[in-house]
Structures are given as structure tokens and as C-alpha cells.
């Protein structure tokens, strides 16, 4: 999530949100209409990698956020609340009334995504208590022998919030932890991020969503952040390390989520250093206006998109001419489901996200600010 602050906004970042959210939103509409990831349909199976790009983007804005606001944990989590919660009951209340038809949008799939109608079917024997866990946003740290894909049972997508909610709740800890001066501190936060790092998929066991599983991404978000405050001292340095980051991420990790992070944050550079010429046309992408709008209503995509997009392949799959062509159910899908998501993001992004976080400032406006406001009006 990003500060709403307009002087401590990264116009590219916004982009970058955009994009990533529209990716996995048609990564997943090409598995509503049963089309398996393979040739050309292989360019949109790296859904889990977007996400990944998002985990990072959130230890950079979250650490930033933090940095500049310099808000205690109450009002840092009353907050995040507030920009989480609302929107997501919307999203998992319409999802719940969609999941009947979800259940005959997978049984036209391929025998691979069998398990996702199982799932949703599990949903419906037990919705309270995946709705209670849901709404509760501990979804994520629910064992898997408790509530099997307690995760993503009833809205998928809500999966990477259960996690960003556990990561809020530890963040202004790390940022302390960091600005405390203390060695031993430093060096137990870097233990516990190296133990978690290399157990990642024995997390998993535990619950798909749990924080342990993802401290590497969130830690290399935080870390990216407080390069980019040396940034601020030392342009040149701070250049060619970016650089060296990036060369590292593509050389050594062969990760996907770090390259295209590495490339946005190089994006998001001021202007004028060395490497301007050769990064501008991709700075310029991220940042035009279009795409920093869908940005704004990236959160919404990213939650909307699940439950809309289902209905749409629903109202067409029975059509002759999608039982003859997959991908022409695709291509209809996507015409008539793009603008329905974009609207309805719209919509949420205005009338839901944008009123709680205003009301969650009121909520945890210090008293000293109040009574300064009062004075100032009379």
C-alpha cells in the first residue's frame, strides 16, 4: 500500500502496481476459461512472480511510510486497518455469493484445476468458518490441519492480504529494531530473516500465507528503502549500487520477482544520473497517467477482479462458439470483463477505499492537532 501523501508519492511504483494488478487479473481469467499455461499462454502464468513483485513493493512503501510519518503502532495499525478491511468484505461478500457459479465455471476446465472446485466446495460446506477467518484477516496464519487452504478458499486472491496484515503488524518492530543503535538487535533481526528465508516452502506447510515463508521479499523491500535514503545523500553512489543490485538479481537469483523489481526501482530514480538516457522510455511507461490511475485502483483490481471476471465466463462459456474456441472465450471475456473490473474498481476505489482512509485519519488525529484545528477556525 502506498502513503497517500502526494509529496511522498513514486509516481513510477503507482505504475508498476497498475500493471501488476491487470497482469494477475488476466492470469487468472485464462485459467476461468481452461486454457493451460503453455505456448503463448505461458506469458501470463507467472502470476505467483507478480505477486512476489507486490510483497517487495510493500516492504519499500510500508518502511517508507513509516519513516516519514513517524506514527506510533496503534495509529500505523488502526490505519492499515482501515485500508485493508472495508474492501476486502466487499470483496469476500460478493465472492461468497458467487462461489455456485464458480463451481461450474472449473468443472469446464482441464483436470489440473479440479482442486480449485474442490476447494470451492469446501468453501460451501463450511463458509462460516472460512468467512470468520477471512474477515478476521488471520486467514494467513490459520494451520493447514485446522482449516485446509484457509489461505485462499473463498476469494484467492485475499491470500497475499492475510499476509500483508502479518507483516503490518511486525513492520514498526523491524524499523525500530534497525534505528535502535543496538548491534545484537540488528543481528537477531538478520537471523531471523536468514532462518525464515531458507524454511520457505516447510512455512508453507503451516499455511501457504504465513509471514515466515515471504521475510525474504519483504526484507529485500526494507532494505531497498534504506538505499534509496542514501540516495538522497549520495546520487552517484547510490546509482551504481542500484545497478549492482539489479545485475545481481538477474545473474545470481534468476528470479523473476527481483528482476522486474529491480528494473522499476531503477525506473524510479530522479532524473539526471548517469543511466537516465538508457532507463527513460520505461520510466515514462510506469509514470503516464493512464497507468498510475489504474494504480490509484490497483487494490481493488487486485480484490474485484476474482468474483467479476468468474460471472463474465460464466454468462459466455456456454455459448457454441465458446465450446469450440478457448481462447475466443478469452478474447469475449476479456472485452466485456476489463471494463466491468475497471468500473467497479472505480467505484470501491471511491466510495469505499477512499472514505475509510479518511476516516481512519480522524480516528487517529493526536488531540493536540484537534484543538490546533479548533483555534485555527475560530
Request: glycine fraction near 6%; charge should be positive; charged fraction near 10%.
Amino acid at each position: 500500500m502506498k502513503s497517500n501523501d502526494s509529496n511522498d508519492r513514486f509516481p513510477q511504483l503507482d505504475g508498476l502496481r497498475g500493471l501488476l494488478a491487470v497482469y494477475v487479473a488476466f492470469h487468472h481469467l485464462i485459467m476461468f476459461c481452461g486454457i493451460p499455461f503453455l505456448g503463448v499462454a505461458a506469458l501470463l502464468g507467472r502470476g505467483e512472480k507478480a505477486v512476489h513483485v507486490f510483497i517487495i513493493l510493500s516492504g519499500f512503501v510500508i518502511f517508507h511510510l513509516l519513516h516519514k510519518s513517524g506514527i506510533g503502532w496503534w495509529t500505523f495499525m488502526v490505519r492499515r486497518f482501515f485500508r485493508l478491511w472495508p474492501l476486502l468484505a466487499v470483496a469476500v461478500i460478493l465472492a461468497s455469493f458467487v462461489a455456485p457459479l464458480e463451481v461450474q465455471v472449473w468443472q469446464h476446465g482441464p483436470p489440473e484445476t479440479a482442486y480449485r472446485q474442490e476447494r470451492i466446495i469446501h468453501f460451501m460446506d463450511h463458509p462460516a468458518a472460512f468467512l470468520t477467518s477471512t474477515l478476521m484477516i488471520v486467514h494467513g496464519m490459520i494451520p493447514e490441519f485446522w482449516l485446509p487452504n484457509a489461505h485462499a478458499n473463498i476469494l484467492p486472491p485475499a491470500w497475499s492480504i492475510g499476509l500483508e496484515w502479518q507483516f503490518y503488524l511486525i513492520a514498526p518492530l523491524c524499523l525500530w529494531m534497525a534505528r535502535s543503535g543496538r548491534t545484537w538487535l540488528l543481528v537477531l533481526g538478520i537471523l531471523v530473516l536468514a532462518l525464515g528465508a531458507a524454511g520457505g516452502e516447510r512455512w508453507k506447510a503451516w499455511n501457504d500465507a504465513f509471514l515466515p515463508a515471504y521475510t525474504g521479499y519483504f526484507a529485500i523491500g526494507a532494505f531497498c528503502h534504506a538505499a534509496w535514503c542514501q540516495m538522497q545523500k549520495n546520487m552517484t553512489s547510490a546509482t551504481l549500487g542500484t545497478v549492482a543490485f539489479m545485475l545481481a538479481a538477474i545473474v545470481w537469483s534468476k528470479d523473476t520477482a527481483l528482476i522486474l523489481w529491480s528494473f522499476a526501482l531503477l525506473s524510479a530514480l530522479p532524473a539526471g544520473h548517469a543511466f537516465d538516457a538508457l532507463i527513460r522510455p520505461l520510466r515514462s511507461l510506469l509514470a503516464s497517467r493512464w497507468l498510475v490511475w489504474i494504480g490509484d485502483r490497483s487494490y481493488s483490481i487486485y480484490l474485484l477482479h476474482w468474483p467479476l471476471m468468474m460471472v463474465c465466463v460464466w454468462c459466455l462459456q456456454d455459448a457454441a462458439w465458446a465450446a469450440h474456441s478457448k481462447w475466443a472465450l478469452f478474447a469475449v471475456s476479456s472485452l466485456v470483463a476489463a471494463p466491468v473490473v475497471l468500473i467497479a474498481s472505480h467505484l470501491t476505489y471511491t466510495f469505499v477505499e477512499l472514505p475509510f482512509i479518511q476516516l481512519s485519519r480522524k480516528l487517529t488525529r493526536r488531540p493536540a492537532a484537534i484543538a490546533g484545528a479548533a483555534v485555527t477556525t475560530t
